[in-house]
């Protein structure tokens, strides 16, 4: 409590070493914990802020499953669950046991109720996935950019796969770490698989969000 009320007049940070994201800080400020790398906030900055903009633009209900590929500290998990207050059974795959060990024991993850974690490579768990889900949010940041593994076609053909009939996409990137030649030819393979799709660009200044429906 007293490192809390502390945080208001100077950060606390604790730092730990990933092998995929380099160094990873859980940084106490102004009684609020964020975690970030050398040049993103990975969850409950920025990154919180544009999540909670990009869900606020899908049609959610508690029909569905929900998978999230890339964790980061839970932001999503938290505005899902305390926001918009669902109970949908919720899946979070990520391939980093260290951002999996943060989530838990400095954020709380496994309070969330109904919400599976799984350490995995997004990439080879949705080309081996069977289920169905409602809406997938990819959220795949080595530190600010997007692996181009992310953009192809056979990951997006698994991704529409296990979509469901209405089922509903979120995709999180940022155009400065990103080429417009493949950010423009993702745009127009997500259309081609049948869905509709809006672009919502600069959000929160810096990112880029793609939100598809399947017609």
Not at 46 to 74: C, P, Q, T, W, Y
Not at 118 to 136: F, H, I, S, T
């Amino acid at each position: 409590m007293l490192q809390k009320i502390l945080s208001y007049l100077y950060p606390f940070v604790t730092s730990k070493v990933s092998l995929y994201n380099g160094i990873l800080r859980v940084v106490l400020v102004d009684g609020k914990k964020l975690l970030n790398t050398d040049h993103a906030n990975y969850s409950f900055g920025s990154l919180h802020r544009i999540m909670r903009f990009a869900l606020k633009k899908v049609a959610l209900n508690e029909d569905g499953d929900i998978l999230l590929l890339g964790l980061g500290g839970g932001s999503v998990i938290d505005i899902i669950r305390n926001d918009l207050h669902l109970k949908n059974r919720l899946v979070a795959v990520d391939f980093d046991p260290v951002i999996i060990d943060i989530a838990r024991k400095d954020f709380g993850l496994d309070l969330y109720e109904n919400t599976e974690i799984v350490c995995a490579d997004a990439y080879q768990y949705v080309w081996e996935e069977r289920g169905k889900y409602g809406l997938v949010i990819i959220d795949l940041f080595i530190d600010n950019k997007v692996p181009e593994k992310f953009y192809d076609a056979i990951f997006w053909g698994h991704i529409s796969r296990i979509l469901s009939q209405g089922g509903q996409i979120i995709f999180n990137t940022m155009i400065k770490t990103t080429s417009r030649e493949l950010f423009d030819t993702l745009v127009k393979r997500v259309e081609n698989q049948g869905f509709s799709v809006s672009v919502h660009d600069r959000v929160d200044k810096t990112n880029v969000m793609i939100v598809a429906k399947r017609k």
